[in-house]
Every structure is written in structure tokens, then in C-alpha cells.
């Protein structure tokens, strides 16, 4: 039987992104394995797309991804994905941002040549530039190193897009749309539902319900918006800030609060079940990440018709168009907090301002999963690029996905 092994640092990034093309392998015939932190056959059961009892894949290995990149751990995964590789013979391994991916392609490397799968890497966002600092030319070396087993390669800005073809991260570089926005998760919902949402938070009508969404992490940076907040003075009693996330900046970000008497201002939501009746109850959605992908927090703000005040970076650069559909601010300041927070008040005083970049406040069909699945579709299929492309969605992979994906 054919093989395929799908990688990511989390279980949760599996389920969140990738459960239709895992459906997709299975039907066409493929054993699926799946190798992140918590995987585990139930793990998949109840999941936000559904599977069928033949679709869950019974061979899920639990590896350990440590953030710093000279864990031991790091060493012992990539020695644990080679032995998979090795013994298992997978005609297709995929992985998922940079931990996963360096450690998945670092472990085809070690095979010989023409024991080697057909390799593609999703790229989520680089976590380098064109600089020259420290971290940038290790994340780039490390990228380098392995582009010689990178069989395809799929980017989500176009900025990461220009630095892939730069530093020839891979001969063939695809620019995808994210991972496409299921918009069946998004439903609209009653006025009564949204009013009772906001009560809830202890928002009236009349009060800017802000909304942060993500992991609490130094790159989702969330201590700013705090910092922001703070800062506001008078102007913080017309907003609520709802955090809807948890991670290892959370307990700082809740001293913060504490420490200067926002508490009555901000809730910390933890996970919420139901991000849809949020977004749909929110009048905007904030975001001081330092370095993004192409974030879904804001393809699910906009779809719910929701504008964005966003750091000005890349990924943030690809949906908001700065005084249309929300707000871009710099971090590269040393006072970013206080143009965040000139910002915030400047839609809060400009009485045309927000009712414009509301009703500016969309995603493009071309973010969604009916459109982006076809052309990923594409990239995984291992033979598509020995044939002349066709245009996305009315080529046979396209079919066959719409055939199961329903």
C-alpha cells in the first residue's frame, strides 16, 4: 500500500489546516501517518471537519518539537523520522512550518538518494529577512540546507514568495492563498445572539469590542496591545479587549493588566469554543504580531466582516489595504505603543473612519478553501508537475478532491 507521511510541530496545526487533504490521501488509496506533538488516533475524532471511522488515521507518532533548535529533543525527533522514513517507505512526506520542516527534511537528507519521497514543505511564514542579524542568517542557512530535498515548495505572502526565489529555497515555489478559510465554520448569527455575546463580555453597544486572537507568545507580541491599552487614559472606559488564546506569555500579560488597573477593561478568554459568535460580535480585530505567515485570525475577522488594526508586516501587508479595510502601525519604533494607541484613538474619535473601513471589511473568495484547496491539491499531487498545469479546478486532482471534500 502507498504511504504518506504528514508532519507538523502540533496535532492541533493537523487538525486546524489539513484534515481535507488527509481525507483526500485516504480515499485515493494512501496509508496516512502522522508525526507532531499529540498525535493520537483520538485526537481526530469530533474534529472541526469531519472524518469518517475509515478516515482517521491509525498511525499517529507523538514527537517532541522544541522551539530552541539545539534541543537534544530537536535530534532525537529527526532520528525518530529517519527510522519512520527508513522502515516504512513513504511515497510522499509533507511538513508543516519551520520546526517541523526542518526537522522532516532534515531526516529525508540523511537517506540515500534514491531511497528519498517526494518531499513538499508549507511553508506558515519565514523566520528570517535580508538582513544580516544573527537569527536571520541561521533561519535562512537552515532553509538553504535543505532546498536541494525539496521536491515543491508553497509559500503564503508574497514577500516570502520573493525570498524563496532569492535564495532558490526550492525549484518549484507555489504562492497559495493560506490554507483556505472553511467558511461553513462562520455562519451569520442573530442580533440577539451578538448583543448577548457582548453582555457577556460586558460590552454595551456603544463600546469598542476588541478582539485578539492567537497563541500568547513574543511573537503574537500581545503585551503591546496592553501597553496600548494603558496608554489610552480617559479613552480605555469605551473599550473591552477580549484575548482569545492561551501560551507562555499569558501569566506576564495578566500581571501586566493587574499591575496597572486594566483588569475591568480586559478579559482573557482562554480557548473558545466558538470563535465565530466572537468574531461576529466584535467591532474589531487587533494584532501586534512581529512576524506573520498569512494569519488566520485575520481571514476569519475579515470573512465575518470585521476590520483590522494590524502591525505593518508581512502577511498583515497581503489583506489590509492601510485606511480601507483597517489600520496598519509600525513596530519598528521604540514607541510603537503610542502610535498603537494614537491609532485606537483615532477610531474612536473619527466619526466617519470606522463606519468606512467596516463597510470595507471583506475576504475575497479567493482566501476560501473551495478556491485554495485545488491549487495545494496540485503541489501534493506528485506527478502534477510533470505535466503542463491546467488552471486550477478543472483538472483531474481538483475533481477528485471536489469528489470527496463535500
Known amino acids: ?209 476588541i478582539l485578539c486572537v492567537g497563541e500568547f507568545c513574543h511573537r503574537k507580541n500581545q503585551l503591546l496591545l496592553l501597553k496600548a491599552l494603558n496608554l489610552l487614559q480617559s479613552d480605555v472606559r469605551h473599550i473591552r479587549l477580549i484575548f482569545a488564546g492561551t501560551g507562555e506569555t499569558l501569566n506576564e500579560c495578566r500581571e501586566f493588566a493587574k499591575r496597572y488597573e486594566l483588569t475591568h477593561f480586559v478579559r482573557f478568554a482562554g480557548q473558545v469554543q466558538d470563535m465565530n459568535r466572537l468574531y461576529r460580535s466584535a467591532d474589531l480585530l487587533l494584532s501586534a504580531s512581529r512576524m506573520e505567515g498569512l494569519p488566520f485570525n485575520l481571514l476569519e475577522s475579515l470573512y465575518c466582516h470585521v476590520p483590522v488594526i494590524a502591525s505593518d508586516i508581512k502577511g498583515h501587508r497581503d489583506l489590509i489595504r492601510n485606511g480601507e479595510n483597517g489600520l496598519l502601525f509600525s513596530l519598528q519604533s521604540e514607541h510603537a505603543d503610542t502610535e498603537l494607541c494614537d491609532t485606537i ?20 473568495e479567493a482566501f476560501l478553501a473551495d478556491a485554495v484547496s485545488p491549487q495545494i491539491l496540485q503541489v501534493l499531487d506528485k506527478d502534477y508537475f510533470k505535466h503542463i498545469p491546467v488552471p486550477s479546478g478543472s483538472n483531474e486532482t481538483a475533481r477528485r478532491f471536489a469528489a470527496v471534500g463535500k
Not at 525549484?171 to 448569527?189: A, D, H, K, Y
Open 1 to 209: 500500500m502507498k504511504r504518506i507521511l504528514i508532519c507538523a510541530s502540533r496535532i492541533s496545526h493537523i487538525i486546524q489546516f489539513h484534515l481535507p487533504y488527509l481525507k483526500w490521501f485516504t480515499r485515493l488509496g494512501y496509508e496516512v501517518h502522522i508525526a507532531a506533538e499529540g498525535a493520537a488516533e483520538n485526537a481526530f475524532r469530533n474534529a472541526i471537519f469531519p472524518l469518517e471511522e475509515t478516515d482517521i488515521p491509525k498511525h499517529c507518532y507523538d514527537l517532541r518539537f522544541v522551539k530552541n533548535p539545539a534541543s537534544p529533543e530537536n535530534l532525537k525527533t529527526i532520528r525518530i523520522l529517519h527510522r519512520l522514513m527508513r522502515d516504512n517507505a513513504y511515497e510522499m512526506v509533507y511538513s508543516n512550518a519551520t520546526l517541523a520542516g526542518f526537522a522532516l527534511r532534515t531526516a529525508v537528507r540523511r537517506l540515500p538518494k534514491d531511497k528519498r519521497p517526494y518531499c513538499v514543505h508549507i511553508s506558515h511564514g519565514y523566520m528570517f529577512d535580508d538582513s544580516r542579524s544573527l537569527k536571520s542568517v541561521l533561519y535562512r542557512t537552515a532553509e538553504k540546507r535543505n532546498a536541494n530535498v525539496t521536491d515543491a515548495l508553497i509559500v503564503m505572502n508574497r514577500e516570502d514568495q520573493m525570498l524563496a526565489e532569492k535564495y532558490h529555497l526550492c525549484q518549484r515555489i507555489v504562492l497559495t492563498n493560506g490554507m483556505g478559510l472553511r467558511s461553513e465554520r462562520f455562519p451569520e448569527i442573530s442580533s440577539q445572539e451578538r448583543q448577548e455575546t457582548r453582555k457577556q463580555y460586558g460590552a454595551e453597544e456603544s463600546t469598542l469590542l
Open 345 to 364: 484613538k483615532t477610531v474612536l474619535h473619527d466619526k466617519t473612519l470606522y463606519p468606512s473601513i467596516k463597510s470595507h471589511a471583506a475576504l475575497n
